[in-house]
T-cell receptor
Framework: NAGVTQTPKFRILKIGQSMTLQCTQD?????MYWYRQDPGMGLKLIYY???????DKGEVPNGYNVSRSTTEDFPLRLELAAPSQTSVYFC?????????????FGSGTQLSVL | QKEVEQDPGPLSVPEGAIVSLNCTYS??????FMWYRQYSRKGPELLMY????GNKEDGRFTAQVDKSSKYISLFIRDSQPSDSATYLC?????????????FGQGTILTVHP
């Protein structure tokens, strides 16, 4: 049982480059999330999705885009990388409904923009 | 004012000590209160979960929620070196929040032998 899988684990980008962070889960969870974690700042929500074809902005969406074409996959796109996007990115998922508040996290993608 | 404030520490204690971690919050809509533990270079994992006010105990860990004071705590008894990690409080309003969690800044805990 793989859970939530993120790729790549590490990446270095030059300013202005673009990339896609991949996230897939095999637990048939409806809800999926992208968070970023900066040192000493906790986790901040970038985007979330409540099901295939439905996405919405979180607290810090600027500079990012997402899509959700299947229940399993929730990729995060950076179009024009900026140094402010240097961070650790976590994808998470959970089942729909009350009593299912536990988030299952991937192991993260460490991104540096130079 | 941040919605969730967590004393960032860092905190260093000897093995066997009692550890107290705390968060305050401003959003009275929060109903679900969680503590996540995050080891270095890993994703957070749920440690404790509490709905509304009250206490919850699980082995050496006790979570307390006081909604009237907007204050939550995590106590670790007989702390072990394996407890060394970053501890994050997290909160959810439930209902149409769709599981969006608001996290504290995290507290780095080191338990030394």
């Amino acid at each position: 049982n793989a859970g939530v899988t993120q790729t790549p684990k590490f990446r270095i980008l030059k300013i202005g480059q673009s990339m896609t962070l991949q996230c897939t889960q095999d637990m048939n969870h409806n809800y999926m999330y992208w968070y970023r974690q900066d040192p000493g700042m906790g986790l901040k929500l970038i985007y979330y999705s409540v099901g295939a074809g439905i996405t919405d902005k979180g607290e810090v969406p600027n500079g990012y885009n997402v899509s959700r074409s299947t229940t399993e996959d929730f990729p995060l796109r950076l179009e024009l990388a900026a140094p402010s996007q240097t961070s650790v990115y976590f994808c998470a998922s959970r089942p729909q409904g009350a009593g299912n508040e536990k988030l299952f996290f991937g192991s993260g993608t460490q991104l540096s923009v130079l | 004012q941040k919605e969730v404030e967590q004393d960032p520490g860092p905190l260093s204690v000897p093995e066997g000590a009692i550890v107290s971690l705390n968060c305050t919050y401003s959003n009275s809509a929060f109903q679900y209160f969680m503590w996540y533990r995050q080891y270095s270079r890993k994703g957070p994992e749920l440690l404790m979960y509490t709905y509304s006010s009250g206490n919850k105990e699980d082995g050496r860990f006790t979570a307390q929620v006081d909604k009237s004071s907007k204050y939550i705590s995590l106590f670790i008894r007989d702390s072990q070196p394996s407890d060394s990690a970053t501890y994050l409080c997290a909160m959810d309003a439930g209902g149409t929040s769709y599981g969006k969690l608001t996290f504290g800044q995290g507290t780095i805990l080191t338990v030394h032998p």
